[in-house]
């Protein structure tokens, strides 16, 4: 990465930096340690020199006019003045000169990607992905994707209806107004065991028709659209994962539903991939799924994840105490944990997606290195 800064000492000068991505996000790096971070203001970023450049040197050399071998620095007084008037410096890789300050990528392979409900959890993965895609301008939705989880004792099913909804609507208001070609909608894959025929109750049941309600409304919008049903999320940025951790190691029981009930997870690095994969105009219409591909029960991906934190024999509240359970957890939590999946993976997948970790151990694993980090 290349980038306008201010040294300590004289002389002043342009300062190339790296960029290393480590577990799930960008790091800025100065190996040379001459430059302050903090006042590094990106100029270009790519692969190498080449990639970035700040300047670029280039002239013709006219008949008569001084030769060296070195170049411009070892001429005449006279040669390096008319070398540095014929100087060319062209716009830098990275550099929005519409916007002066802002990034963008190069247009022949810009991707113009706009989120809705970049502030969540999955949205601070999604993130430094976009950067890095390569498609034409896309919106991405995944407003109400906070509740995609089992990892939440169910408050975050409270007023999701409407909000899942209003965020729907202003998806598909940005999109349009933001001339995106496609618009990608995050949903819920557990939705296929009640099209399959399970039978829901209330409060959970409502938060179920609003899900439906969103994917409809997508789907039926100006602008092309499919939807992107992911398996329940899990990963390092989630902050109810750290709360159990935290919680296992005070050895706290915790609510863990049958296990004859298995449902299909993702993690959030693989949500993130699947999302971006869908962007393609031969999705539009279509309602499409991204789960890791194997069912396992909430206990026993809870189960493992306590053996990684430390704990061998995780306590869990018994079906007796579910009257009792209700005072500190939600009846949706309760009913989405008892909820089991059809047999045989949802289809169809992402064409041309497959998930980084599609065994969960793999998964959690990556989780304990990334914050071990």
């Known amino acids: 990465m290349t980038a306008s800064t201010k040294y300590r000492d004289l002389p002043q000068d342009f300062h190339a930096v790296m960029e290393a991505f480590l577990a799930d996000r960008w790091y800025l790096l100065d190996p040379t340690g001459l430059a302050k971070l903090s006042d590094c203001v990106?100029?270009?970023?790519g692969s190498d020199a080449s990639d970035a450049p700040f300047a670029t040197l280039f002239w013709l050399r006219s008949p008569g006019a001084p030769q060296s071998s070195g170049g411009a620095g070892n001429g005449t007084r006279d040669s390096r003045k008319s070398a540095i008037s014929r100087l060319r410096y062209p716009a830098p890789t990275g550099?929005?000169?519409?916007?002066?300050?802002?990034l963008s990528?190069?247009?022949?392979?810009?991707?113009?990607a706009s989120v809705t409900g970049v502030r969540s959890e999955l949205g601070s993965i999604l993130l430094p992905r976009l950067a890095m895609a390569a498609t034409k301008h896309v919106h991405i939705n995944i407003a109400g994707q906070q509740a995609n989880s089992l990892l939440h004792d169910g408050h975050a099913w409270k007023d999701f209806p409407r909000?899942?909804?209003a965020g729907t609507r202003?998806?598909?208001?940005?999109?349009?107004?933001?001339?995106a070609?496609?618009?990608?909608?995050?949903?819920?894959?557990?939705?296929?065991a009640v099209e399959r025929g399970a039978v829901l109750t209330a409060p959970w049941r409502s938060a179920v028709d609003a899900i439906l309600e969103c994917e409809a409304l997508a789907l039926s919008g100006s602008v092309s659209a499919c939807v992107v049903r992911l398996g329940y999320l899990y990963g390092p940025t989630?902050?109810?994962?750290?709360a159990y951790r935290t919680a296992f190691h005070l050895g706290r029981p915790y609510w863990s539903g049958p296990r004859k009930a298995r449902q299909y997870h993702l993690h959030q690095l693989d949500a993130a991939s699947a999302l971006l994969a869908a962007a393609r105009p031969l999705n539009a219409g279509k309602i499409l799924y991204a789960t890791d591909g194997h069912a396992i029960s909430f206990a026993q991906f809870m189960d493992a994840f306590a053996h990684r934190v430390g704990r061998r024999t995780p306590l869990h509240l018994p079906s007796c105490s579910k009257l009792l359970a209700r005072v500190i957890i939600r009846e949706e939590h309760m009913q989405q944990t008892a909820l089991p999946m059809p047999s045989g993976t949802p289809t169809p997948r992402?064409?041309?997606w497959k998930p980084k970790f599609a065994d969960y151990r793999d998964g959690l694993d990556q989780v304990i290195r990334t914050w071990g980090n």
Do not use: C, W
């Open 105 to 112: 990528q190069p247009a022949s392979d810009m991707m113009r």
């Open 95 to 102: 550099y929005n000169t519409q916007r002066p300050g802002e």
């Open 42 to 45: 990106r100029i270009g970023t």
């Open 350 to 352: 992402v064409k041309g």
């Open 238 to 242: 989630s902050a109810d994962l750290l």
């Open 170 to 179: 202003r998806a598909m208001r940005l999109s349009r107004t933001d001339g």
């Open 163 to 165: 909000t899942a909804l």
């Open 181 to 192: 070609s496609m618009l990608v909608h995050a949903s819920f894959a557990f939705v296929h």
